[in-house]
């Protein structure tokens, strides 16, 4: 549990300090955004209570947002992400998705099977994206061309996703 | 009572989230209201020093073609001088020298951090009130316009772009003279739609686009684009015009911001329904 706890709190400054100070002065083509934190949300132990989850989602959004200033749009993806995820553990009872014995860790594709994990990072992953660009454009104007940033900043997203787990799955079972 | 209590209990994470999701979204709409200015000011201190070291180095990689620049920046700066200056003889007849007065000023900044892939583009400049920035003034760089300062810290200032869903600056055809505004439709950061032109006079490719002067903001005759395409169907009363921007906004590197001089002045004569 204490092992678990640092790793997820040096995840968090991790990812945010990353996506805050790097990745967000990145210019792809396309206009696309690569979003790394919201591994963070999806890689949260799978034991934690739903309230813990939503306040940590939602600090890891807010610390984005003063990096970035863009106060609120972060948050209220982040937050979305991790209701998502609370329900697609809801709808989806643990015991489909799982092995009893991996209860405790983070979700993974050792414990869920690649094919589990991903639906469920996908979901994650899309609805983040989605409330996003779609709270920044705050318009359905451009409605398909916010839709192919969502999906586009989403595969990337789990691109960067399967290549970490799978690199730190590699080196040690911790991360 | 208590049955009332367990379900609260049982559904705790959905009170959470809709809690949360209000702070976040109550943050994000108040974004431009003054409570959250402060936390503004803070953050973008906070950031405007990380932002400066980057912004040091690429400013002197781009040095060279930034001398080109600043080379055509002062041959454009002889020629229309006039403009911004304020006659004060409306006589005619022989006007002499001491007729102008000083109208709009200018401050050098350097842009310290940019969005482009946004819905809504914001710049940040490395000049603030310490420098006499305030809000609402005009931003132009050597080859186009940028946008209005939108908040202003101690030393750095954030400007609301041309590249904005709510912008909208007057300009007007450079040979003709006709007033449009102008506004962003998205998506491109080289591409600007132009409507309310009378659709009784020709308009030529490759018009020139210049500020109209209309508003305390920016000067008259600052190069804005060029005009690409007719966007309107014909019959239509009014033209919508496709522009290009004359600026790279994805190099701009060093910046004006206009300060006019007469700005109360020109305020309080404007009647008060007047936008920008």
Known sequence: MQASLWSNIIRFVFLVAVQGLVLEHIRLPGNLHWMVYPLFVVLLPLQMPAVTLLLSSFAAGFCVDCLCDMPGLNAAAATLAAFVRIVYFRLRPTKDVLHDSDLAGTPSPSSMGWGGFLSYSAWVVFFFHAGYFFLEAFSFRNFFYTLYLVLGSSLLCIVSLVVAVTFFRAGNNKR | ?276
């Open chain 2, 1 to 276: 009572m208590n049955q009332i209590l367990q379900l609260l209990k049982k559904n705790l994470y959905l009170v959470l989230f809709v809690l949360l999701e209000t702070i976040a979204l109550v943050l994000f709409f108040s974004n431009s209201q003054q409570p959250s200015a402060r936390l503004y000011e803070l953050c973008t201190a906070v950031r405007g020093r990380f932002l400066s070291i980057g912004g040091d180095v690429r400013s002197k990689k781009a040095l060279k073609s930034e001398i080109d620049c600043l080379q055509q920046e002062n041959a454009w700066l002889r020629a229309c001088l006039e403009t911004s200056r304020l006659a004060l003889q409306h006589d005619g007849g022989s006007v002499p020298d001491s007729a102008y007065a000083q109208r709009y000023d200018f401050l050098c900044a350097h842009v310290v951090h940019a969005t482009l892939n946004m819905a809504n583009n914001y710049f940040v400049l490395d000049a603030g009130r310490s420098e006499g920035v305030a809000e609402g003034m005009g931003v132009i760089s050597p080859c186009g316009i940028i946008g209005i300062v939108d908040k202003v810290s101690e030393h750095f200032c954030s400007v609301l772009t041309v590249l904005h869903s709510q912008s909208l600056v007057s300009v007007s055809l450079a040979s003709s003279g006709y007033t449009g505004s102008l506004s962003w439709p998205g998506i491109r950061c080289d591409e600007a739609e132009l409507s309310d032109i009378p659709s009784h006079i020709q308009i030529r490719k490759g018009e020139n686009v210049v500020t109209s002067g209309l508003s305390a903001v920016f000067p008259g005759g600052i190069p804005v684009g060029c005009v690409e395409g007719v966007l309107s169907k014909p019959g239509e009363d009014f033209y919508r015009l496709k522009i290009k921007f004359s600026e790279d906004y994805h190099r701009v590197d060093l910046v004006y911001i206009v300060k006019d001089l007469y700005k109360e002045e020109f305020e309080t004569c404007k009647h008060p329904s007047g936008r920008i």
